[in-house]
């Protein structure tokens, strides 16, 4: 199964759901094309239905948040499956990102 990426905007915030795997950098091609073309930086990656990743995955988030730094916003992490929260655990990227279990936590983080 490959990486789909489905998009919908809710209040001020984009919500960006990554369903599948991310193996390599060309799995992400479609997802840096939409960051590219962003006009909201508050973003919110639901990771729910994302079975793997590996470092790619982890740069691209990176650079995600970065960028929306850069434009005022932030991005927050929504729904973490079990296999990813462990290699969120291991490369320590739980104290980088506000993870959350829901929308409304997420719009929470948004006003802090």
């Known amino acids: 199964m490959s990486l789909s990426i489905h998009v919908k905007f809710q209040d001020d915030f ?9 193996l390599s950098e060309v799995d992400l091609e479609p997802a840096h094309r939409l960051l590219d073309e962003n ?6 990656f639901d990771l729910s239905k994302l079975k793997h990743t590996n470092s ?9 948040m970065t960028r929306a730094r850069i434009h005022g916003g932030e991005v927050i992490i929504l729904k973490v499956g079990e296999g990813i929260k462990k290699l969120f655990e291991i490369t320590k990227m739980h104290e980088v ?3 959350v279990e829901s929308l409304s936590e ?7």
Do not use: C, H, N, Y
Not at 14 to 22: A, T
Not at 56 to 64: D, E, W
């Open 14 to 22: 984009k919500i960006i759901e990554l369903d599948g795997r991310i």
């Open 39 to 44: 006009k909201t930086w508050k973003l919110v």
């Open 56 to 64: 790619s995955g982890i740069a691209f988030l990176v650079k995600s």
């Open 97 to 99: 990102f506000p993870i």
């Open 106 to 112: 997420a719009k929470s983080v948004f006003k802090q």
